[in-house]
């Protein structure tokens, strides 16, 4: 007999296949992660687009990305979007092709592309998917954003603005809160390069940490 429980524990694991919500810099975390990951990575010998299509495509990115990253004029930012949104449209090609690939999480994660969430039957919440940070109109604050899990009633933040010997953030809480939207933290300091994650909780336990964004702080007098 079909049981739905057993349905759900067999479900492949997938890799997320939409970056688009990533901000720049964390978009240009993940490419660079990408490029290391996949360039020696001997799991996908027909990678589909290769490797050789991918590289360019990645690189041109960073390149204009990083033009652009502490100002820029209209025609490079105009530049930049162009190659992020190429750079976007060709992970979805990539981690589409590795999921029909391969149903082994470890060769997938390989990659070095971000996991889906998946339903957990232990009742535990399941991780957010992504966290983003945004300039908020209000000096010396900066705004923080991730996607709300249904089973959690609250959330736990921790923010970094320092690295430790590895290159680690050094994490710091930043409070707990119920809701996903109207989040911030402050003060900042201009100049400083903030890191944010979040978990969900709830009755039965806590879910894995997010993905980590990142973001330069910028506070006008």
Do not use: H
């Not at 990678?47 to 690189?59: G, H, I, R, T, W």
């Not at 911030?184 to 100049?191: E, I, L, N, R």
Request: glycine share 6%; hydrophobic share 35%; aromatic share 10%.
């Amino acid at each position: 007999m079909f049981n739905i429980k057993n349905f759900k524990k067999m479900r492949r694991p997938k890799l997320i296949t939409n970056y688009g919500y990533l901000s720049d810099g964390d978009l240009a975390v993940l490419a660079t992660r990408t490029l290391d990951a996949l360039s020696t990575n001997t799991n996908f010998p027909d990678l589909d687009p290769p490797f050789a299509e991918y590289e360019p495509v990645a690189q041109d990115y960073l390149n204009k990305q990083g033009i652009t990253a502490a100002g820029g004029n209209l025609r490079e930012t105009k530049e930049k979007d162009e190659a992020r949104a190429a750079l976007v449209t060709m992970m979805r090609r990539v981690t589409t092709y590795i999921n029909n690939f391969t149903d082994l999480a470890s060769v997938q994660l390989s990659s070095g592309f971000y996991p889906a969430a998946t339903p957990r039957s232990t009742g535990v919440p399941l991780p957010c998917e992504w966290t983003r940070i945004r300039t908020s109109r209000r000096p010396g604050e900066i705004l923080l954003d991730f996607p709300a899990i249904r089973e959690a009633y609250e959330y736990e933040k921790q923010i970094a603005d320092t690295l430790d010997e590895t290159g680690q953030p050094l994490w710091q809480s930043a409070g707990s809160t119920s809701r996903s939207r109207g989040n911030f933290y402050a003060p900042v300091q201009d100049g400083v390069t903030y890191y944010f994650r979040v978990r969900a909780r709830n009755k039965n336990g806590v879910s894995a940490w997010s993905p980590v964004s990142s973001m330069r702080a910028t506070v006008k007098e």
